[in-house]
T-cell receptor
Framework: RKEVEQDPGPFNVPEGATVAFNCTYS??????FFWYRQDCRKEPKLLMS???SGNEDGRFTAQLNRASQYISLLIRDSKLSDSATYLC??????????????FGTGTRLKVLA | DAGVIQSPRHEVTEMGQEVTLRCKPI?????LFWYRQTMMRGLELLIY????????DSGMPEDRFSAKMPNASFSTLKIQPSEPRDSAVYFC?????????????FGPGTRLTVL
């Protein structure tokens, strides 16, 4: 089983729609979680961290479900500019006490006019 | 801040040649990560350093790959000899270790094509 799994999509949604992505992780001792965004032929950039209590940033809401080992990202009122690949990122535990980052393969979103 | 700097941005080489990719992390960051991205496998962690010391190289595909970090402001990833299946985008990232939710900052990547 992969450490981090995502539905590759693509998710094609009309402008203004609400869309949600899930990501599952295999190591129950994973410590922190993130969503990164990657535009075509660009580097990944942090979209938001995912805290145990859930968090919201404008139109974006992230949630963590430790019991079921998944994180989610909800995008409300989709914009054309939201079209990108969304990467789920997990910090599994390490023996060195340092933090390593494991990325999912990404979910591709296309927002259509 | 200039951000993470990678060079070259594009590299086209022939099978069997040596390839060296370079990275300058953000000043003050003490961790550096090398990733490889392909359509089939996504973004794979190859190796990461903390305070210039390699911590985990379990993602390095084989002995043809090697990475060094001689000082806090420079790292290299070398492939010798290169093969067509090494064609990918190689990203370098850096951050400050010590806190769980520290953001990683990525360089623009090196697009490698091995013919």
């Amino acid at each position: 089983r992969k450490e981090v799994e995502q539905d590759p999509g693509p998710f094609n949604v009309p402008e203004g729609a609400t869309v949600a992505f899930n990501c599952t992780y295999s190591n129950s001792a994973s410590q922190s979680f993130f969503w990164y965004r990657q535009d075509c032929r660009k580097e990944p950039k942090l979209l938001m961290s995912v805290y145990s209590s859930g968090n919201e940033d404008g139109r974006f809401t992230a949630q963590l479900n430790r019991a079921s080992q998944y994180i989610s990202l909800l995008i409300r009122d989709s914009k054309l500019s939201d079209s990108a690949t969304y990467l789920c990122v997990v910090n599994p535990p390490t023996t060195s006490g340092t933090y390593k980052y494991i990325f999912g393969t990404g979910t591709r979103l296309k927002v259509l006019a | 801040d200039a951000g993470v700097i990678q060079s070259p941005r594009h590299e086209v080489t022939e099978m069997g040649q040596e390839v060296t990719l370079r990275c300058k992390p953000i000043s003050g960051h003490n961790s550096l990560f090398w990733y490889r991205q392909t359509m089939m496998r996504g973004l794979e962690l190859l190796i990461y350093f903390n305070n210039n010391v390699p911590i985990d190289d379990s993602g390095m595909p084989e002995d043809r790959f090697s990475a060094k970090m001689p000082n806090a402001s420079f790292s290299t990833l070398k492939i010798q000899p290169s093969e067509p299946r090494d064609s990918a985008v190689y990203f370098c990232a850096s951050n400050r270790q010590g806190v769980a939710y520290n953001e990683q900052f990525f360089g623009p990547g090196t697009r490698l094509t091995v013919l």
